[in-house]
T-cell receptor
Framework: KAGVTQTPRYLIKTRGQQVTLSCSPI?????VSWYQQTPGQGLQFLFE???????NKGNFPGRFSGRQFSNSRSEMNVSTLELGDSALYLC??????????????FGPGTRLTVL | GQQVMQIPQYQHVQEGEDFTTYCNSS?????IQWYKQRPGGHPVFLIQ?????EVKKQKRLTFQFGEAKKNSSLHITATQTTDVGTYFC??????????FGKGTRLHILP
């Protein structure tokens, strides 16, 4: 079975721009979660999507949004980029939603640099 | 808000020595998961503990979940160079948002 894939792997943007990141979960997985990883804050939960619905959202501003498609693929969008948005963005998929004690499989991440 | 603390932040051990990382939550957890992230890699699921006092073993790794379900530990016996990486614990808050500890970075000295 193919693992979780994320595109692009690396991205450089400037302040004020917007960016869209993509995540393809493992086949059959219906839950996709997004995380931001930085050296200072560690791994922080952004949101979880399950069956095209956002089940949960972390403490991030409204500039961070996402969606999930009927094939479970998910996209994450960050508008009006700030320097502090530079981070590794990870998505993780699981068979069921996170409250069902499901194991998460992480993708390789997208390294976003904001200049 | 709920916090998950991990100690130590860094650990250097000689190859062959044991290693332990501790995870403490400010509130009771329904379950706790452990992940390993190699340098330059992504987190990889190791195990999930659900029951109070649960102990699980994976070869040289021993995982424990405290009786009060507020703390957990990961112990590695006789470390090897392949054990290098950062070990994270994670648990759901009351809203089912996953909270990760800051991780313990393990360095192995040859």
């Amino acid at each position: 079975k193919a693992g979780v894939t994320q595109t692009p792997r690396y991205l450089i943007k400037t302040r004020g721009q917007q960016v869209t990141l993509s995540c393809s979960p493992i086949s059959g997985h219906r839950s996709v979660s997004w995380y931001q990883q930085t050296p200072g804050q560690g791994l922080q939960f952004l949101f979880e999507y399950f069956s095209e619905t956002q089940r949960n959202k972390g403490n991030f501003p409204g500039r961070f949004s996402g969606r999930q498609f009927s094939n479970s693929r998910s996209e994450m969008n960050v508008s009006t980029l700030e320097l502090g948005d530079s981070a590794l963005y990870l998505c993780a998929s699981s068979v069921g939603h996170l409250s069902s004690y499901n194991e998460q499989f992480f993708g390789p991440g997208t390294r976003l640099t904001v200049l | 808000g709920q916090q998950v603390m991990q100690i130590p932040q860094y650990q250097h051990v000689q190859e062959g020595e044991d290693f332990t990382t501790y995870c403490n939550s400010s509130t009771t957890l329904s379950n706790i998961q452990w992940y390993k992230q190699r340098p330059g890699g992504h987190p990889v699921f190791l195990i999930q503990l659900v029951k109070s006092g649960e102990v699980k073993k994976q070869k040289r790794l021993t995982f424990q979940f405290g009786e009060a379900k507020k703390n957990s530990s990961l112990h590695i016996t006789a470390t090897q160079t392949t054990d290098v990486g950062t070990y994270f614990c994670a648990g759901p808050d009351r809203d089912d948002k996953i909270i990760f500890g800051k991780g313990t970075r393990l360095h192995i000295l040859p």
